[in-house]
């Protein structure tokens, strides 16, 4: 944890008002009497304590009256600083998306053919010769990426329509293809334009501001403070540094300031280097940012240094380098949950599923309450069909305060699995009232799973219509919606819907492989060979039902 310093800022006194003349009434001295209230806090410690309260507005509303009064007050300035900061204030030390100009300017590719479990881009599969255990697609929906879905939404998993959203999908797997065609959409296609980390930054400053109704009074004017001068006051600088980082997102300012104050500490602070660090980071210099945190990690050893370091290697692609500086920092730091919750998430990416859960039960057993964890056993224990273990996770979720949209809507598939038929509705039900326009399709299409297992053919059909209405781009809707065509006996309707399931969602194996079917079944063995060949080499090299078909195609090949 980063450690704030206090500072005491100088003492300003203002002249004392000249006495009473002697022909004042006695009514005047008594109605100044009764207005004085001798119990009423000193302002500047109503700032304080409001800030420790984390009341920021309140704070900023106690120190902007103390600084009209005395604009020189050091002391209020840096309690109006640290509060603006702590109230737009982000953990970055996770992962975010990637945006058009990052995939687009990426110049940090070690390698364009990486060997499967070494990239993110090229994660284990059951045809690894690693001997380790992987999701199977066919029962475990995937991202855009061929990372199986954890079970709890954190950032750069979830830039794919589908992908690393967090949502139990039983039967269809996850995501599209990781394309800059779909970067380029979108939560909202044709709104949203595509940025690199820094733009995201910036814009993400500008809206905050916007909707937290920001004034002039409430915000600090940094383009004319002389930085050389505030870094030579070390609580200040370090006060202005975060607020230019965090709120205004001028990372060039606060480089050139961190740079100022490295050099004022004689190059012994660690908190001015971290801070070049994070600079030079979301300035895309990741070799430069790596000098910077392993020269503070040599000055003192920080858990935040270490989260830091990781993230420079992840974003590098190198997945084993980050493990091995996770493991580094796991001895040096033996009981801290966040860096085993970081080697969870990195074997989690890469689709190492025991080494997965193996850790995020270490997790738990130094903090029981950490909700993604819990996310990502319970998901896990779902596609193991362990239902029942899962519904007590997720009840446990529930019991600390969790209410949204994804948990009643994996409950109820638990429940459905489990066998608990009287609860399967309710939770949908709750996951309705919860839902909005970005999950509301995805309540509907697991209503229709539900609804195949009991039978109900026409409510299946009536979800799936539903769920597309909501969101037409959702590729599992539409091939569900095709092998329900097939089963009423419209071939063509179904061609037409596997077809668009296949363009939303080239990264998905089950249109493709019922596509490839119903041409076979047509006569048109070309095309049926051809949709297999794209399954078997491009999408799932292990799955059996294309095997099988394509051994009947060969078969028919010799016949002729």
């Known amino acids: 944890m980063l450690e704030e310093e206090s500072y005491q800022g100088e003492e300003y006194y203002e002249e004392p008002s000249p006495p009473f003349s002697q022909n004042s009434s006695n009514e005047t001295d008594n109605n100044n009497n009764q207005n004085k209230n001798p119990y009423?806090?000193?302002?500047s410690l109503i700032a304080v304590m409001k800030y420790r309260r984390r009341k920021f507005d309140e704070?900023?509303?106690?120190c902007n009256k103390l600084l009209r009064k005395n604009f020189k007050d050091t002391s209020m300035w840096y309690i109006k600083c640290k509060s603006i900061t702590s109230k737009v204030w982000i953990d970055d030390t996770e992962m975010e998306d990637e945006g058009i100009a990052d995939i687009l300017l990426d110049e940090t590719t070690m390698s364009t053919a990486p060997r499967p479990g070494t990239s993110f881009k090229r994660p284990l599969t059951n045809s690894s010769s690693s001997g380790r255990r992987s999701a199977n697609p066919s029962v475990r929906p995937q991202t855009k990426d061929g990372r199986p879905i954890t079970g709890f939404s954190r950032p750069g998993t979830n830039s794919g329509s589908r992908g690393g959203t967090g949502k139990l999908t039983s039967g269809s797997r996850g995501g599209t293809a990781s394309s800059i065609e779909n970067v380029f959409k979108g939560n909202r296609p044709g709104t949203n334009r595509?940025?690199?980390?820094?733009?995201?930054f910036v814009r993400l400053g500008t809206a905050s501001m916007k909707f937290s109704g920001l004034e002039q009074e409430d915000t600090i004017v940094t383009s004319y403070i002389d930085l050389k001068k505030y870094a030579k006051i070390t609580p200040l600088g370090k006060a202005l540094c975060d607020y230019l980082i965090f709120v205004e997102h001028d990372v060039k300012r606060a480089l050139e300031l961190a740079s100022y104050g490295t050099i004022e500490a004689e190059f012994k602070d660690w908190w001015w280097k971290a801070r070049l660090g994070k600079c030079y980071y979301q300035l895309g210099l990741l070799r430069d940012a790596e000098k910077q945190f392993r020269s503070t990690i040599k000055n003192q050893d920080m858990i935040v240094s270490r989260l830091e370091l990781c993230k420079v290697f992840l974003k590098l692609d190198q997945p084993n380098k980050a493990l091995e500086e996770y493991e580094l920092a796991c001895t040096m730091h033996p009981n801290d949950p966040h860096l085993l919750l970081g080697i969870a998430r990195v074997y989690d990416s890469l689709n190492d599923i025991d080494k997965a859960i193996q850790y995020y039960e270490k997790v738990l057993e130094l903090n029981s309450?950490?909700?993604?964890?819990?996310?990502?056993?319970?998901?896990?224990?779902?596609?193991?069909?362990?239902?029942?273990?899962?519904?007590?996770?997720?009840?446990?979720?529930?019991?600390m305060g969790v209410n949204n949209c994804e948990l009643w809507n994996n409950l109820g598939l638990c429940c459905f699995y489990a066998s608990q038929y009287d609860m399967v509705f309710s939770c949908f039900e709750r996951a309705l009232q919860l839902a909005d326009d970005s999950n509301g399709a995805d309540v509907w299409y697991n209503i229709g799973q539900v609804a195949i297992g009991i039978g109900e053919i026409g409510l299946a059909y009536q979800c799936f219509k539903v769920a597309t209405s909501i969101d037409n781009e959702h590729a599992e809707s539409f091939n569900n919606l095709g092998v329900l065509e097939l089963r009423m006996g419209n071939s063509e309707e179904s061609r037409n819907y596997f077809a668009q399931a296949m363009a939303l969602a080239p990264n998905q194996h089950e249109p493709v492989f019922n596509n490839a079917l119903l041409s076979f079944k047509k006569g048109n063995h070309q095309q049926s060979h051809e949709l297999v060949l794209r399954v078997l080499q491009d999408i799932y090299p292990e799955h059996v039902e294309s095997l099988e078909l394509k051994r009947k195609l060969e078969a028919k090949y010799l016949m002729l």
Do not use: H, K, M
Request: proline share 7%; glycine share 2%.
């Open 59 to 62: 704070s900023i509303a106690a």
């Open 194 to 200: 595509p940025v690199t980390s820094t733009g995201r």
């Open 40 to 43: 009423e806090l000193d302002p």
């Open 369 to 399: 309450s950490n909700v993604e964890s819990i996310a990502c056993l319970a998901s896990n224990y779902f596609y193991e069909d362990q239902p029942e273990i899962a519904i007590r996770l997720f009840r446990r979720l529930i019991q």
